[in-house]
């Protein structure tokens, strides 16, 4: 069952984790080179390069542990922030959402951490609860792809003892089942490295879950709607230690009271 989850793929951060630096090298050319782009995977399709080869094992691997009926591909992308925010947003068929308002949403939607500069939080709401993930090398976040989320920056300075300047690096990838999203096709750059990604071999992380009503409340933009996020960044400057730990070890998760108005969009 899902609605969330972390992991630590140990692929990506073992002393010889040559996985890591060429999906890092390729990530980075594909960011630069393909900024704001996605990209698409057929499930039945022969990699091209590592990344599609390690979007295409997420993929499955979720289809696998979730119980799923075969996806019918992956789209993925890569993101390189220092400093912005990515603002709250609903992960979705962008073109079609643009050209007809029609919603198509993934089933799952996933990030993993190839490098981790930039410690602004992964933040995920649900019906009944926020998710806070701090970036950390190797870690996978996976979530219901309908949920609303984004990275806000304000939230960086509680996880990082010290200011960085080194970008976070991320490959997202979303599984979809019934649906291809339009005009998302498969990466065009030549001269990435064609390896194959190894398995993954991953590790469930701790979550901890605690009353969101006994921790105060500060509130989140989230577009044409507003979720009141139970970290107060300038009211409660400093986050208790064993959360802010909680969040950065694996998953820090607020259950809200049955009817709290926190919940509600």
């Avoid at 139970?230 to 959360?243: M, Y």
Wanted: one cysteine or more; glycine letters at 6%.
């Amino acid at each position: 069952a899902l609605p969330i989850s972390a992991f630590l793929l140990n692929a990506l951060v073992d002393d010889d984790a040559e996985l890591c630096r060429r999906l890092a090298v390729d990530a980075e050319r594909v960011a630069r080179e393909r900024r704001g782009a996605t990209f698409w995977v057929p499930r039945d399709a022969t990699p091209q390069c590592v990344l599609e080869s390690f979007a295409l094992r997420v993929g499955l691997w979720h289809e696998a542990g979730l119980g799923l009926r075969a996806v019918r591909g992956v789209e993925w992308w890569v993101q390189r922030r220092v400093s912005e925010s990515i603002l709250m947003h609903y992960d979705k068929d962008e073109r079609a959402w643009e050209a007809v308002r029609v919603m198509r949403r993934p089933t799952v939607a996933t990030a993993t951490y190839v490098s981790s500069g930039f410690r602004a939080p992964l933040v995920v709401f649900g019906p009944a609860f926020a998710a806070l993930a701090v970036p950390t090398d190797g870690k996978h976040v996976a979530f219901d792809g309908a949920l609303l989320h984004g990275v806000p920056a304000e939230l960086a300075p509680h996880f990082a003892a010290t200011a960085s300047s080194a970008p976070r690096l991320s490959v997202l990838v979303n599984l979809w089942h019934d649906h291809r999203p339009v005009a998302v096709d498969r990466l065009d750059l030549r001269d990435l490295s064609a390896d194959e990604c190894p398995a993954l071999r991953p590790s469930p992380l701790p979550c901890r879950r605690v009353p969101a009503i006994d921790r105060g409340f500060a509130i989140a933009d989230a577009g044409d709607a507003t979720k009141r996020l139970p970290l107060a960044t300038r009211r409660q400057p400093e986050l208790n230690r064993r959360l802010r730990a909680a969040a950065t070890d694996g998953l820090l998760l607020f259950d809200y009271a049955p009817g709290d108005p926190s919940a509600e969009a």
